[in-house]
């Protein structure tokens, strides 16, 4: 087994970049990996991925909201940003089979001006659409819809308080057929262009199988985000 959580640890202060890439790992005959996620920013970064794909890959379930894995994980992150990425079959090994992709806390603002950053552009979010992952899901609601493709959350400042909330903005992107729903913020101002989809994001819940989970908003969030970008079924 991997002797590591994390296949890259960016520390603290530190500035990834990475273009044309696949990032993978061997799977195992076992059912359960032993990774908690691909990259781990510590705190105080800038990482920006383009062109890159993360394998799928089967992430241990650690308990806490927090400390679930995910294919990105973050505190206090400065600025990340996604282009032309995909993210297909990264799981938490749950009965619920969640897609986690993304899960960073972004450093608070200290001025009205100045906040930290997260973009998507051109990018995809999916787990595949097969037998195995549209069981029935027997859990509780709760405890379940705690695993979405992506959680992006501002941290608090160091005295405590809140700071100037984080910008997410998102353009040309698809999030499909994620069991965990798509995307939660907390204390974020999100923005969505018309040209993203969200398409067939259930949980399967036992008297829920038609519910779509898409935008989770929590705290002082704001969203914009255009109708057309969200696709009935039927």
Do not use: C
Not at 133 to 149: A, S, V
């Amino acid at each position: 087994g991997p002797k590591t959580e994390f296949v890259f640890i960016v520390n603290e202060g530190g500035v990834l970049t990475v273009k044309n890439a696949v990032i993978d790992v061997p799977i195992t005959e076992e059912e359960t990996d032993e990774y908690v996620g691909y990259v781990k920013l510590e705190g105080k970064n800038v990482a920006s991925f383009t062109n890159v794909k993360f394998g799928a890959l089967k992430l241990k379930d650690p308990s806490g909201d927090f400390s679930t894995g995910a294919a990105i994980v973050g505190r206090n992150v400065i600025g990340l940003a996604l282009i032309d990425t995909i993210f297909s079959d990264i799981v938490i090994n749950n009965v619920s089979l969640a897609v986690s992709a993304i899960r960073v806390g972004l450093e608070a603002g200290s001025t009205e001006t100045q906040h930290s950053t997260f973009s998507i552009s051109n990018s995809v979010f999916e787990q595949a659409d097969v037998k195995k992952n549209n069981k029935e899901n027997k859990e509780l609601l709760d405890k379940e819809l705690k695993t979405p493709g992506i959680y992006a959350w501002t941290e608090l400042k160091a005295d405590g308080t809140k700071g100037t909330a984080a910008v997410l903005s998102i353009n040309n992107t698809k999030f499909t057929h994620l069991r965990g729903g798509a995307i939660r913020i907390r204390d974020i101002d999100a923005k969505i262009g018309a040209s993203s989809r969200f398409s067939d994001n259930k949980p399967r819940f036992k008297n829920f199988k038609t519910l779509e989970w898409n935008i989770q908003v929590e705290g002082a969030s704001t969203l914009d985000a255009e109708e057309e970008s969200f696709v009935e079924e039927g």
